[in-house]
């Protein structure tokens, strides 16, 4: 299936929303497997519809949502940010360093912007594959952070724990993260100039021709540096909200997310050759990957096997999208 | 003036650093130039010379192979283990190698026929594989590697050990295979360019899928030298393999979208790896000093070949 075809179907078939030629993707069977789990797991298990398990959830959730919103900008490009975890690792590890949070915050904001500068720049400027840039930043930034924190241990300040664990009125802090964040993910991609320039830009390279949005006069070099910078702030802001959940500092902690998040994106429907794609899908995916989790641990399942498990449903979700491009 | 900076970019990077490092180790550690000293050093990255030369043919085609990880734990378990006990050791290597081939034919389906991104998809065989592999030994390290492999892996032939020549050999095999066979010509028209390959009826997704099923070939030969190399199995072998496979892989010239590259380029690349690491130990540099290290070489080698190929 070429691209070229969906949108012409498209125009005698205006539900743009749900079906298979969305520009949204398919979001809608990530929304049925999530009712499906939560009623097996309501069904089969006691614990699990219990308020202490819902919050669990929500708080296990959340980061996975962050840089899945985050990876999910860069992918609509066609781009992928290998990275994202450790940013994460490198976010805790600075919060965890001896300071005043009002040095440790904007230098956590100023280490994932570089980050995402390089990765933007190198992809932009210096013609490097996003893969290959994203994968030595992985391990670059990994670096770093195990420099500044060998192993796991130390303190962040109380204002980040007070801010993650937290609750106002007696509604839990993860809540209105959940809000924030995801307004502004909805406002980046779907409320925004921005947002409709990185879907014509990724729209262009799903169908084979790169400088598409260019001939149309987009800023297209920008906008995609712009995007790394901000799939990195994404990252760091999961960090900085796991380091409020563990109150401390950890190198290893980011170590799985750049997979999940990947995985987060595609099972909502979101395709990876780029230009396709919902907000809305990538939640219901984090969303799906928490309650799957959930579901693992309340069944008891072996840590290992569970690592196993999710890399299953991240290769058969992709090997379900169809793509023109072979190779990376 | 243009056209000699030209050429001169056009040699890989792998020999400038290697020439570099040979002369940084020569200035600071004089006594370490001795031919056996330098044979332990270069026996030490056999097991990645080999996966190398898996990942550089994968990558002549666009493609990249991160499975490597997961054959390599795979094999050293089952190795270990001694789940396959009375079998023969010949036996067992075979099983290796099918190991190894089974993973490359499936990686090859997945890239070649269902066009998964490569990187997703071998990473996440790797994943599965890690997974699976942890929770069948549940986390404890597995048991001895048979003595016998171990002799066979400490084999000198005057100053250079057997492992060594393997290497030699099998890249010396592969440089045959690239420049006087058919196949060799299909995977430099497809690295080239896929779309015109495909139109002058070079079988595109077949050369593809065969050059998975060699790579993967390869990690289980690179598995098995590996086995042989350590007396106790292990649980911890990470992703940093495969990935330096990519490096050295990119800094002895081997590009994406580029037909380029040869088998000696990358095999510089993997010795410039030998005497990085001793040369970063000697120096005193930890741990996440090489892992910035390993980083910043393949972003500076990729960064090298993208100026280069910019219309």
């Known amino acids: 299936m070429t691209h070229s075809d969906t949108t012409t179907q498209n125009r005698s078939k205006p539900n743009r929303w749900i079906g298979r030629n969305s520009r949204q993707g398919n979001w809608l069977s990530a929304l049925v497997i999530i009712v499906a789990t939560t009623l097996l797991l309501f069904l089969t298990t006691d614990d699990f519809a219990t308020p202490q398990n819902a919050s669990n959830l929500l708080a296990q959730a ?49 280490a994932a ?5 390089v990765n933007g720049i190198a992809i932009v400027r210096l013609n490097v594959h996003p893969i290959i840039a994203t994968l030595s930043m992985q391990f670059i930034v990994l670096g770093f952070a195990q420099l500044l924190r060998p192993v796991a241990g130390g303190a962040v300040p109380e204002v980040v724990v007070m801010l993650v664990t937290g609750s106002v009125l007696g509604v839990p802090a993860p809540v209105f993260w959940a809000v924030i964040v995801i307004c502004l993910g909805w406002k980046i991609l779907h409320g925004s100039r921005f947002g409709l320039h990185l879907f014509a830009i990724g729209g262009g390279m799903a169908s084979g021709q790169a400088d598409t949005a260019h001939n149309f006069g987009l800023k297209d070099k920008r906008n995609v540096v712009l995007a790394y910078v901000l799939s990195a702030l994404f990252a760091a802001l999961a960090g900085f909200f796991i380091a409020g959940r563990i109150a401390s500092g950890d190198p290893g902690v980011g170590a799985q997310f750049a ?70 | 003036m243009q056209a000699v900076l030209r050429s001169a970019t056009r040699v890989p990077p792998a020999y400038f650093v290697f020439a570099a490092l040979l002369l940084t180790l020569w200035a600071s550690k004089p006594q370490m130039m001795n031919p056996n000293v330098l044979g332990i050093f270069i026996r030490q990255v056999v097991p990645l010379g080999i996966l190398v030369l898996g990942q550089l043919l994968v990558m002549r085609v666009r493609s990249i192979d991160l499975s490597g990880a997961g054959v390599l734990l795979l094999v050293n378990y089952l190795i270990a283990s001694g789940l396959l ?8 290597l075979l099983i290796a190698l099918g190991i190894g081939c089974l993973v490359g034919l499936f990686n090859g389906y997945l890239v070649a026929k269902r066009r998964v991104s490569a990187v997703i998809a071998t990473l996440a065989v790797t994943v599965i594989i890690t997974g699976f ?19 066979i892996y400490k084999v000198k032939w005057g100053p250079i050990p057997l492992p060594v020549i393997l290497w030699v050999m099998l890249s010396a095999l592969m440089a045959i295979f690239l420049s006087r066979f058919v196949f060799g ?121 993208g100026l280069n190929t910019r219309n």
Request: one cysteine or more.
């Open chain 1, 259 to 328: 997979l999940d998040s990947i995985t987060a994106v595609a099972i909502g429907g979101t395709q990876l050759s780029g230009g396709v794609g919902g907000l809305h899908g990538t939640i219901l995916g984090a969303v799906l990957m928490a309650l799957l989790a959930n579901g693992m641990n309340l069944a008891n399942l072996s840590a290992f096997l569970q690592g196993a498990i999710k890399g299953v449903i991240l290769l058969l979700v992709v090997a379900l999208q169809s793509r023109k491009k072979m190779g990376l």
């Open chain 2, 85 to 92: 006990g009375g079998i023969p050791l010949p036996l067992i």
């Open chain 1, 62 to 110: 959340m980061p996975l949502i962050i840089v899945a919103i985050g990876q999910m900008i860069v992918i609509v490009l066609a781009g992928m940010d290998l990275s994202v975890g450790s940013v994460m690792s490198l976010t805790t590890a600075i919060l965890a360093l001896d300071g005043s949070p009002l040095v440790l915050i904007p230098l956590v904001v100023l």
């Open chain 2, 185 to 305: 010509r299909f995977v430099m028209a497809v690295g080239e360019n896929p779309t015109a390959a495909h139109f002058s009826g070079v079988p595109v997704a077949r050369t593809v899928l065969v050059a998975h099923v060699l790579a993967g070939l390869f990690a289980g030969i690179a598995a098995i030298v590996q086995s042989a190399s350590v007396a106790v199995g292990s649980l911890r072998l990470g992703l940093e393999m495969p990935i330096d496979a990519v490096a050295a892989t990119i800094l002895g010239g081997v590009v994406f979208g580029r037909g380029d590259g040869g088998v000696w380029g990358p095999f510089f690349g993997v010795l410039c790896f030998a005497f990085l690491f001793v040369v970063m130990t000697s120096f005193g540099v930890p741990e996440p000093g090489k892992q910035i290290a390993r980083g910043l070489i393949i972003l500076l080698a990729a960064i090298f070949y």
């Open chain 2, 133 to 151: 592999v942890q929770f069948l030994a549940s986390g404890k390290p597995p048991g001895n590697m048979p003595a016998l492999m171990n002799e």
């Open chain 1, 113 to 117: 912007i570089s980050v995402g500068l």
